[in-house]
Nanobody, 122 residues
Framework: QAQLIESGGGLVQAGGSLRLSCTPS????????MAWFRRIPGKEREFVAG????????DYGDSVQGRFTISRDNAVNTVHLQMNSLKSEDTAVYYC???????????????WGQGTQVTVSS
């Protein structure tokens, strides 16, 4: 079973919006840095966004800067990714991850979800 569960993926028109959510299956992740990665078809998995446990530190990949917003609600142990102005090149499987510090390398994150498909049509 996955350590984190993603939801909210689906099909959306270019220029539209989508909101992904991530919840833990077995652990309290409020003390952890939470992040989103994605795997675009034919490419390596890449960092999308990350947020510290208190929410004061955030980081975004260059390709999504200004369009995506990461947030967390520690009261319900959930992290969100608001995706606006979606482009066809955003089509990917999106993964939720948890780690001990805010970094951009996938090896820095210990816990992962199974991924959710986001497809952006033209």
């Amino acid at each position: 079973q996955a350590q984190l569960i993603e939801s909210g993926g689906g099909l959306v028109q270019a220029g539209g919006s989508l909101r992904l959510s991530c919840t833990p299956s077995e652990r309290d992740f409020r003390p952890y840095v939470m992040a989103w990665f994605r795997r675009i078809p034919g490419k390596e998995r890449e960092f999308v966004a990350g947020i510290t446990w208190g929410g004061s530190g955030v980081d975004y990949g260059d390709s999504v800067q200004g369009r995506f917003t990461i947030s967390r609600d520690n009261a319900v142990n959930t992290v969100h990714l608001q995706m606006n102005s979606l482009k066809s090149e955003d089509t990917a499987v999106y993964y939720c991850a948890a780690g001990l510090s805010l970094r951009t390398a996938e090896g820095d994150y210990k816990y992962w979800g199974q991924g959710t498909q986001v497809t952006v049509s033209s």
